[in-house]
């Protein structure tokens, strides 16, 4: 799997656009961009995956650079209930077996 | 559908004592994980399943075993505890093949003293 690298900590004021940057530079050509979050001490929740496009779903817009080695996962109205940690993991195509790295921290301030 | 339950969601061991920490889905997912976090990282994948009866080892499987008898069942068996397992663990599961999103249980923190 691609190894991927994301800030430890970001802050974000409430009602803002929330953007989330990740570097994957070694990511191979099969190999999905996803991101997922964890709030508080819960499970990590689906939040979006790419391969090439960019993507949007009802929760967050996934914007991959034309080369793939980088990526934002942008929230645009960010609310409290956003802050969490949000991990980034670059792997091929499967439902399983995927490698969590430290994540961001974001934070979302009144 | 109650999706993925995990029990006991406390656990408190003494070094050397051996339990099973249960997973269960209701999905009819084919995929399914066991996840360990411990404090301030990220989740590291011990064991994982592509189907009943086939498992297969991830990053950090040592003192831990799993078997997969039916495709709604998970159980990760503790074999005898050492303070390094104290952590929070995590199951999850995945329809299979052609799926790109993993549920996840709500996760069972165990202490081993």
């Known amino acids: 799997d691609a190894k991927t690298t994301q800030p430890p900590s970001m802050d974000c004021a409430e009602g803002r656009a929330a953007n989330l940057p990740c570097n994957h530079s070694t990511i191979s050509g099969n190999e999905y961009v996803y991101w997922y979050r964890q709030i508080h001490s819960q499970g990590p929740q689906y939040i979006i995956h790419g391969l090439k496009n960019n993507e949007t779903n009802e929760m967050a817009s996934l914007i991959i650079t034309e080369d793939r080695k980088s990526s934002t996962l942008i929230l645009p109205h960010a609310t409290l209930r956003d802050t969490a940690v949000y991990y980034c993991i670059g792997a091929r195509y499967s439902g399983y077996a995927l490698n969590f790295g430290k994540g961001t921290s974001l934070l979302v301030t009144p | 559908n109650a999706g993925v339950t995990q029990t006991p969601k406390f656990q408190v061991l003494k070094t050397g004592q051996s339990m099973t920490l249960q997973c269960a889905q209701d999905m009819n997912h084919e995929y399914m994980s066991w996840y360990r976090q411990d404090p301030g990282m990220g989740l590291r994948l011990i064991h994982y399943?592509?189907?009943?009866?086939?498992?297969d080892q991830g990053e950090v499987p040592n003192g831990y075993n799993v078997s997969r008898s039916t495709t709604e069942d998970f159980p990760l068996r503790l074999l005898s505890a050492a303070p390094s397992q104290t952590s929070v663990y995590f199951c999850?599961?995945?329809?299979?093949?052609?799926?790109?999103?993993?549920?996840f249980g709500p996760g069972t923190r165990l202490t081993v003293t």
């Open positions: 399943s592509v189907g009943a009866g086939i498992t």
């Open positions: 999850a599961s995945s329809p299979g093949r052609g799926s790109y999103e993993q549920y």
